[in-house]
């Protein structure tokens, strides 16, 4: 079975500018979180998204937005960035939900600018 | 607030000692916790958990020791080597409803030949 997919890696933006993330879960699972790292910071939960709707939400600010689509591959987008989003973004699928057992993918990092 | 607290940041051990990795947590609502693995540039991977029900679980080399009156779990390594050098992050599930995973700032283990 392939693993959870992330694109981009790596991605360079400017502040003000937003940006789109996307992850191809594991096939068959269909809860799909979104997580935030930084070094002093660790994993932040940023959403969860099950069966194409919003199941969960963390403490980050409206400029962070996700969806699902009905194949369960997701998007989270962060809309007029900022140099304190630069970070380690990773997606995680499930079978069953964010509550369960995890498996991420490689990350994206982003860098502000 | 922060829930789950792993409060060293790092940690050296030689190779073939034992490493222990404590994480505390503050919410007695948590009934299970899991322990992730994370190389550079990679995405968490799950290593081992353990219910709220049970004080110890092994699995080769790792074991998970928790103490629930006191709130606190281990991962105990032994003997650790070199391809164990990583960081580590201790994860909570509280016991009702599809709530996240609450995860530790990590530890960041370095195993020295």
């Known amino acids: 079975k392939a693993g959870v997919t992330q694109t981009p890696r790596y991605l360079i933006k400017t502040r003000g500018q937003q940006v789109t993330l996307s992850c191809s879960p594991i096939?068959?699972?269909?809860?799909v979180s979104w997580y935030q790292q930084t070094p002093g910071q660790g994993l932040q939960f940023l959403f969860e998204?099950?069966?194409?709707?919003?199941?969960n939400k963390g403490n980050f600010p409206g400029r962070f937005s996700g969806r699902q689509f009905s194949n369960s591959r997701s998007e989270m987008n962060v809309s007029t960035l900022e140099l304190g989003d630069s970070a380690l973004y990773l997606c995680?699928?499930?079978?069953?939900?964010?509550?369960?057992?995890?498996?991420f993918g490689p990350g994206t990092r982003l860098t502000v600018t | 607030d922060q829930q789950v607290k792993q409060n060293s940041p790092s940690l050296s051990v030689q190779e073939g000692r034992i490493s222990i990795l404590n994480c505390d947590y503050t919410?007695?609502?948590?009934?299970?916790f899991l322990w992730y693995k994370k190389y550079p540039a990679e995405g968490p991977t799950f290593l081992i958990s353990?219910?709220?029900?049970?004080d110890k679980n092994e699995d080769g080399r790792f074991t998970v020791f928790l103490n629930k009156s006191a709130k606190h779990l281990s991962l105990h390594i032994v003997p650790s080597q070199p391809g164990d050098s990583a960081v580590y992050f201790c994860?909570?599930?509280?016991?009702?409803?599809?709530?996240?995973?609450?995860f530790g700032k990590g530890t960041r283990l370095s195993v020295i030949a």
């Open positions: 995680a699928s499930s079978l069953t939900g964010a509550s369960y057992e995890q498996y």
């Open positions: 096939s068959g699972h269909r809860s």
């Open positions: 998204y099950f069966s194409e709707t919003q199941r």
């Open positions: 919410n007695s609502m948590f009934d299970y």
């Open positions: 353990i219910s709220s029900i049970k």
């Open positions: 994860a909570a599930r509280l016991l009702s409803g599809n709530t996240p995973l609450v």
